[in-house]
């Protein structure tokens, strides 16, 4: 508590100040202790943490639209209520992150113009289309499943309003991987032609969700800074062997096989190799040139010109409620 307190004195503004800042932020990364919005923070620090909320932000709000396209298609009233509670979560997620990204100084409608405008990333993965019913439960399985691999590391980030929403976020993502996974489970339950549909949507998913982890090791452009600042805990490579090695065994329960000839037990490793991942397509894919970025980004344009007479409304209301005298 008392070392806190002293973290909080004001120090000058000169060379030695900012020497004397940066060493208490690296004491503070030492100690696994969290920054918060108003600690002194390096400006790269700011700048990679704005970056990786943002995106994290907008994947969970274009991520609303391949589900969003079957609920009024769900095969039964239960489905249906189920997919809309998850789609709503979605967007909740979207919200928790742009408000921990305001936290580092930028403000929704610029991130939100960085998106529409072209400028801003979302993930690869929701850039492919979803033309069965069955890629619901795709989604929520490995989809989902991916993004929970991901994310429960980033729980434990440095930055305390990112790790904080991430804790909420992941929780409601175990659920949504327990509905893809019980949704594909009934199917698999069900007619030939309801099983060759799963199987057909885990071909269709499977190499874009190992993408879904970023390039390799050797070429993720941020890694090596995110890793020491404790804003990643673990490596792209070995997030995506984890997952493979997890999702092995989900397939096996329900059925349904992956579509890797190359993916086999390696006694030696502890892990299952597996085959190439198509890096040519995920370099299309996040620079604009995925089966769907042009829909996702026409669908997001619409949804925010439709909804300008609500953020115009609300606008209106809080300036006329700051400009009501305090009641008594
Ligand atoms: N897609 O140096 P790297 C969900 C970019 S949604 C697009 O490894 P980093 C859900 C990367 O941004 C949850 N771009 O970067 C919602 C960078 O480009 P810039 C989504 C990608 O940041 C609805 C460049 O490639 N989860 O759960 O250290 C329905 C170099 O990469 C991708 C998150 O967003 C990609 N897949 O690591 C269902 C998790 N991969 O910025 C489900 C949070 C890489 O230099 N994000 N790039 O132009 C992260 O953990 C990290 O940002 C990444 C990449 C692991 C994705």
């Not at 892990?271 to 890096?279: L, R, T, V």
Request: with cysteine; proline share 5%; glycine share 8%.
């Amino acid at each position: 508590m008392y070392t806190q307190a002293l973290d909080q004195l004001p120090i000058e503004h000169s060379a030695q100040g900012d020497a004397l800042r940066q060493q208490r932020f690296d004491q503070r990364m030492a100690a696994g202790r969290t920054v918060e919005p108003q600690d002194w923070m390096p400006e790269a620090y700011r700048k990679t943490l704005l970056r990786q909320i943002s995106q994290h932000a907008h994947s969970e709000v274009v991520g609303m639209l391949p589900e969003g396209n079957w609920i009024s298609r769900a095969p039964s009233l239960e489905r249906k209520a189920i997919l809309l509670a998850k789609v709503q979560d979605e967007g909740g997620h979207g919200l928790y992150l742009y408000a921990a990204a305001e936290t580092l100084g930028s403000s929704r409608e610029e991130m939100v113009d960085a998106l529409l405008a072209g400028r801003a990333k979302y993930s690869s993965i929701f850039n492919y289309p979803t033309p069965t019913w069955a890629d619901v439960g795709v989604i929520g399985w490995l989809v989902d499943g991916a993004a929970i691999m991901n994310q429960i590391p980033l729980c434990r980030c440095s930055y305390g309003p990112y790790a904080r929403a991430m804790i909420r976020v992941c929780r409601e993502e175990s659920f949504h991987q327990r509905q893809g996974f019980d949704l594909l489970l009934a199917m698999m339950r069900g007619t030939e032609a309801q099983r060759r549909m799963v199987q057909g949507a885990v071909d269709r998913w499977w190499w874009p969700v190992l993408m879904m982890f970023g390039p390799s090791d050797t070429e993720s452009a941020h890694s090596a800074n995110s890793m020491a600042w404790g804003i990643k805990r673990i490596s792209n490579d070995e997030l995506r062997q984890r997952f493979v090695d997890a999702a092995v065994a989900q397939a096996e329960v329900l059925g349904v096989g992956l579509p890797d000839p190359e993916l086999r037990w390696n006694a030696e490793r502890g892990h299952y190799d597996f085959g190439a991942i198509d890096w040519d397509e995920f370099k299309r894919v996040i620079s604009g040139d995925g089966p769907c970025n042009r829909e996702r980004l026409a669908a997001r344009r619409a949804a925010h010109e439709a909804g300008a007479w609500v953020r115009e409304a609300a606008a209106e209301h809080s300036r006329k409620r700051a400009s009501r005298p305090h009641a008594a």
